[in-house]
């Protein structure tokens, strides 16, 4: 008894279903969860709240993206992930119509980011474009369809189908592209490489899908769970009573399945991508993130390449200083002859040459010869500073570039 009574002192139950600060609903779906049952700025609280994680997976994989330089599209593909999770918080909050197309579309166009990483990779320029188009229009109709008929199987088919088309060639790419390089390359390594067998890396990548199709799939289990028994389920939430009650919110399980699931298969392809080009060796797959990794050859050729830039830049250095320096030498020379000569009358005659070789010229004649010379020596002095400024900063950039790069084979 002293359990319940506990159990009663720290629950709260739901208020009634009703109108709350945005208004009449628009939307064409609303779900089991029920609305401003808990405040009355948030219309589905545990459904809005949910998509948060694709927010923080998002940043994750952004930053993970910027760090490493991996392919731009995988930028756009975190981007259209976000933008999701966000069009989702407010299409939940809200119930309204426009806010439910921005988060239903937002799962096509991503899906599409994500077919034209798969199918564009290491293809023509002319197929890049083509296959654009293609996607495009394909999106266009997804698009126009969904807006005139409304009709949420519509939708839901079409994802669907854009999903299955997506994961299931990337499994074909797997086995039969990457696996076969991943061996051949193997044997190339030399004994005391740290780059894992290529079983191995096949068996983690097996493994992130596994985990991600088994917590989407799992996730869109519960989702309908919710939607077939949904009037015996709310029974259960309004008897269980606040917080405990969240544990039965299906469509929330939907949102936290779906975030998880949809960013392993980002990092997935990011995977595969840097594996079909050879840089397994640069990278591991750790905790659903990709970290740089630097194998013993790999690090040990970087270094050699490093040191041979550094004396090659540091040789040009030198050189373009001690060019700048020549000019600036006979610059001042040039100006300390032409002071010199202002000291002189006008009509005195002056002698230029070489050796035993002199010319008679006239004073104007002279001082015109070395206003050139200062002229022709200050433009060469100020073209090798800019030289050597650039130079430098290359020289300084290589360096930082190095440095996060063993950086990020340090942190893995």
């Known amino acids: ?62 930053k993970m993206c910027l760090k490493y330089e991996h392919a731009t599209i995988f930028i756009v593909a975190f981007l259209g992930y976000m933008s999701v999770g966000l069009a989702s918080t407010f299409f939940h909050a809200s119930l309204k119509y426009w806010m439910q197309l921005a988060d239903e579309l937002g799962m096509i166009y991503t899906t599409f980011f994500m077919m034209y990483a798969t199918f564009a990779y290491a293809r023509s320029p002319f197929f890049r474009v083509v296959l654009s188009i293609v996607l495009a229009g394909a999106a266009w109709y997804i698009t126009s369809r969904y807006y005139e008929t409304k009709d949420p199987q519509f939708h839901q088919d079409a994802y669907a189908i854009l999903t299955a088309t997506v994961v299931f060639s990337n499994m074909w790419i797997m086995e039969y592209r ?15 490489t740290n780059v894992p067998p290529s079983k191995a890396i096949m068996s983690t990548m097996w493994k992130m899908v596994a985990t991600g199709l088994g917590t989407f799939l799992g996730a869109w289990a519960i989702w309908n769970l919710d939607n077939i028994f949904c009037s015996t389920i709310t029974g259960w939430r309004r008897s269980m009573q606040l917080p405990w009650a969240v544990v039965l919110e299906g469509h ?23 594996c079909l080009a050879g840089e397994e060796d640069k990278f591991q797959l750790t905790r659903a993130n990709l970290k740089m990794s630097i194998s013993n050859e790999a690090l040990q050729k970087l ?55 002199f010319v008679a010229l006239p004073m ?42 063993l950086g990020g084979a340090g942190a893995s």
């Open 303 to 357: 270094l050699r390449e490093v040191e041979t830039q550094a004396v090659a830049a540091q040789q040009q250095i030198s050189l373009v200083k001690t060019q700048q320096a020549s000019k600036q030498r006979e610059m001042r020379m040039a100006q300390l002859t032409r002071a010199e000569l202002s000291s002189l009358p006008t009509e005195t005659g002056v002698y230029e040459g070489v050796g035993k070789m």
């Open 252 to 274: 929330a399980w939907w949102h936290l399945g779906t975030g998880i699931g949809a960013y392993y298969y980002i990092v997935w392809r990011i995977w595969v991508h840097r």
């Open 1 to 62: 008894m002293a359990w319940d009574d506990l159990l009663n002192a720290v629950s709260v139950p739901y208020k009634e279903p009703g109108e709350g600060f945005w208004g009449p609903k628009t939307v064409t779906l609303n779900f089991c969860e029920e609305d401003y049952v808990v405040t009355h700025y948030i219309a589905e609280l545990c459904n809005t709240l949910t998509n948060f994680l694709f927010i923080v997976l998002g940043v994750r994989g952004l």
């Open 178 to 192: 990457v696996r076969p390089l991943l061996e051949r390359r193997e044997k190339l390594r030399s004994s005391d």
């Open 364 to 405: 104007s004649e002279m001082d015109g010869k070395l206003v050139s010379q200062i002229k022709d020596a200050e433009g060469e002095v100020e073209g090798l500073g800019k030289r050597l400024n650039y130079l430098e900063i290359s020289q300084k950039n290589s360096q930082d570039q190095i440095m996060r790069m």
